[in-house]
């Protein structure tokens, strides 16, 4: 039944495209007056914590993005970048300093380049260390799990702005991708993973078990790999086909245990297999209690950070 409805959603989408040339042509004819900054990219938006010195030893945020409006992007007076500081561990650091935004870098359109489809694309990057910085905060005030926020804010030359509080459901969708803010999190350094029991709950929000890689299956979810080389293979259980590994649950949701040996002296690696029709996600929770990471629906491949601040 979910190919057939894929095959129809399909279907509209290649109808739809010939009716229009691009899916912001249709926004902006109804929505002249506004502009949108698209995600190009972002590389990087995390940052390593030392919790023993509490100092960031490396680590910050890059990301490129594009200007959007009705006269190609040439109605930008300025991109101004906003750093601000959010507080979100209760019991430790402080709460209050650096929670005020500052500015820190203002681009004009002669900063930019022209991308692929004739508008003009910044690339802001800064270090942990220049955030700490522009804020005034020391190493008492921070700690894992807090996070730095990069705002963008579009000047027009009609003297309108535009930022993340202007937002509407069509501009921050999955199309436009258009928050205008973005985090950059405090993670605490790899240590030896906690020994004792880990979990891992699972949903499915079709409720026909988890196809990572391929529509019918396509084995485990989700993969760990001990500092030893055990490896244990995470899944929902599907009804399309044998699963090949020990799958738990079934239908809309699953919960998986498995057990780390004392004595290993690496950290653990998380893989994230992928997300076929973009309907599985993840929750790891520690031998503490404490869920420790989270994938949410249609993510695809890539090594689950974890955050040991929490574990």
């Known amino acids: ?29 109804a929505e002249t007056r506004g502009s ?10 995390e940052i390593d914590y030392d919790v023993p010195s509490s100092t ?16 190609s992007g040439n109605l930008l007076s300025s991109l101004d970048v906003y750093i601000g500081y959010s507080d979100n561990t209760a019991d430790a650091g402080n709460s209050t300093i650096g929670s005020d935004e500052v500015l820190v870098q203002s681009f004009t359109l002669a900063d930019g380049t022209i991308g692929e489809f004739g508008l003009p694309r910044f690339t802001y990057s800064t270090t942990a260390t220049e955030m700490q910085s522009a804020l005034g905060l020391t190493g008492g005030d921070i700690f894992g799990g807090d996070n730095f926020t990069i705002r963008f804010a579009i000047v027009r030359t009609d003297g309108a702005t535009y ?62 790999t001990l500092s030893d080389g055990t490896v244990f293979e995470i899944g929902i259980c599907t009804p399309y086909e044998e699963p090949g590994y020990p799958c738990s649950g079934a239908d809309s949701a699953g919960t998986a245990t498995f057990t780390v040996p004392d004595g290993l002296t690496g950290a ?12 599985m996600s993840a929750e ?3 031998p503490g209690g404490n869920t420790v990471a989270t994938v949410s629906s249609g993510t695809e491949a890539f ?9």
């Open 1 to 29: 039944m979910k190919k057939i409805i894929s095959l129809i959603v399909l279907s509209i989408i290649v109808i739809s495209c010939s009716d229009s040339d691009k899916v912001f042509d249709q926004i902006v004819d």
């Open 36 to 45: 949108t900054l698209r995600t190009i990219e972002i590389t990087q938006n």
């Open 56 to 71: 960031l030893v490396g680590g910050g945020f890059s990301a490129t993005v594009e200007v959007q409006d009705q006269e």
């Open 163 to 224: 930022s993340a509080a202007d937002n509407s459901g069509t501009i921050t969708g999955s199309y436009f991708s258009s928050p205008f803010e973005y985090t950059s999190t405090l993670v605490c350094a790899p240590k030896p993973t906690t020994p004792g029991v880990w979990t891992v709950n699972m949903e499915d929000s079709y409720g026909d078990g988890w196809q990572p890689t391929t529509a019918d299956g396509g084995g485990p979810g989700l993969t760990v």
């Open 268 to 279: 653990a690696v998380w893989r994230w297999n992928g997300d076929f029709w973009g309907e």
């Open 284 to 286: 790891i929770v520690s």
């Open 303 to 311: 090594d689950i950070p974890i955050d040991y601040c929490a574990d």
